[in-house]
Nanobody
Framework: QVQLAESGGGSVQAGGSLRLSCQAS????????VGWVRQVQGNSAKREAV?????????DYADFAKGRFTASRDNAKRAVYLQMDSLKPEDTSVYYC????????????WGQGTQVTVST
């Protein structure tokens, strides 16, 4: 069992930066892929992948995140991070920390989500 708690969301102007953090509990953290998922703008029922980090540290990014977002994990601290730079209004969303990935895009554990708002 893994519990996830995000922090670090907020409001920022376009071009600014935010860093999201996620604190995990549970002994299986190291064995799981972890990542970030966000709500699709205009459709609260849909989610889209932002980044995924394998247990070994390999990172996959969504196309929109490449070059602007940096995901990382710290197994010793049971933490996951998302550094978001050059933010755009279209990045406005609820961001979820997730763990335990299985293909094609299923996540077993979710945090409660944190709101990110980017204004023009």
């Amino acid at each position: 069992q893994v519990q996830l708690a995000e922090s670090g969301g907020g409001s920022v102007q376009a071009g600014g930066s935010l860093r999201l953090s996620c604190q995990a509990s549970g002994n299986s953290f190291r064995a799981y892929s972890v990542g970030w998922v966000r709500q699709v703008q205009g459709n609260s029922a849909k989610r889209e992948a932002v980044a995924r980090i394998s247990p070994g540290g390999m990172i996959d990014y969504a196309d929109f995140a490449k070059g602007r977002f940096t995901a990382s994990r710290d197994n010793a601290k049971r933490a996951v991070y998302l550094q978001m730079d050059s933010l755009k209004p279209e990045d406005t969303s609820v961001y979820y920390c997730v763990a335990q990935w299985s293909p094609p895009e299923y996540w077993g554990y979710w945090g409660q989500g944190t709101q990110v708002t980017v204004s023009t």
